[in-house]
């Protein structure tokens, strides 16, 4: 059974700080993994999404990087800004389906000005 | 450029009470889904559809009904609300390209039932 693990629960770094965000899965047969953002009281959006033939994307100053045979990504936001602050979530599919999904429960991101 | 759109946003029930939540999409998307989420447990699918007529059980199905008579429509139905349902749905849609593509999501309903 697929699992998915975001380490730390909580981050709290000052403003312009480099940071690494991580996500773990427990089985390494997926077709891709994908990276969201979550404001308080809000949906979710999509930041990166990369296939299971990718070993990284890029989108401004994110950076998110997959490992399939380690059973890792990280998520790496360069300079932060007060604005980047939010729920950041990871989310794979199952094992036995390309279309369900599981998702990690979040790392909380507190940029301070 | 609406997206995915969910209605209500806020809703109390009572224990027992049915009631139905919307969700629409103007993408053109084959693929939506419907997910709770709550404290400590995180998302958790509960019925998605990859076509119109086509719907399938997630991880969390039991209490909801769904169906899917065209491509921008997915509601989900509570049949008889319980304590247990008290979450924040959220409904989700991708392009089918046999897997799950990029998720857009709505912005969701919280749902109380007393």
């Known amino acids: 059974k697929q699992e998915v693990t975001q380490i730390p629960a909580a981050l709290s770094v000052p403003e312009g700080e480099n940071l690494v965000l991580n996500c773990s899965f427990t089985?390494?047969?997926?077709?891709?993994l994908q990276w969201f953002r979550q404001d308080p009281g809000k949906g979710l959006t999509s930041l990166l999404l990369?296939?299971?033939?990718?070993r990284e994307q890029t989108s401004g100053r994110l950076n998110a990087s997959l490992d399939k045979s380690s059973g890792r990504s990280t998520l790496y936001i360069a300079a932060s800004q007060p604005g980047d602050s939010a729920t950041y979530l990871c989310a794979v599919p199952v094992v036995d389906s390309s279309y369900k999904l599981i998702f990690g429960s979040g790392t909380r991101l507190l940029v301070r000005p | 450029n609406a997206g995915v759109t969910q209605t209500p946003k806020f809703q109390v029930l009572k224990t027992g009470q049915s009631m139905t939540l919307q969700c629409a999409q103007d993408m053109n998307h084959e693929y939506m889904s419907w997910y709770r989420q709550d404290p400590g447990m995180g998302l958790r699918l509960i019925h998605y559809?990859?076509?119109?007529?086509?719907?399938d059980q997630g991880e969390v199905p039991n209490g909801y009904n769904v169906s899917r008579s065209t491509t921008e429509d997915f509601p989900l139905r509570l049949l008889s609300a319980a304590p247990s349902q008290t979450s924040v749905y959220f409904c989700?849609?991708?392009?089918?390209?046999?897997?799950?593509?990029?998720?857009?999501f709505g912005e969701g309903s919280r749902l109380t039932v007393l």
């Open positions: 559809s990859v076509g119109a007529g086509i719907t």
């Open positions: 990369i296939q299971s033939s990718q």
């Open positions: 989700a849609s991708s392009p089918r390209t046999g897997q799950v593509g990029e998720l857009f």
């Open positions: 089985d390494s047969a997926i077709y891709n």
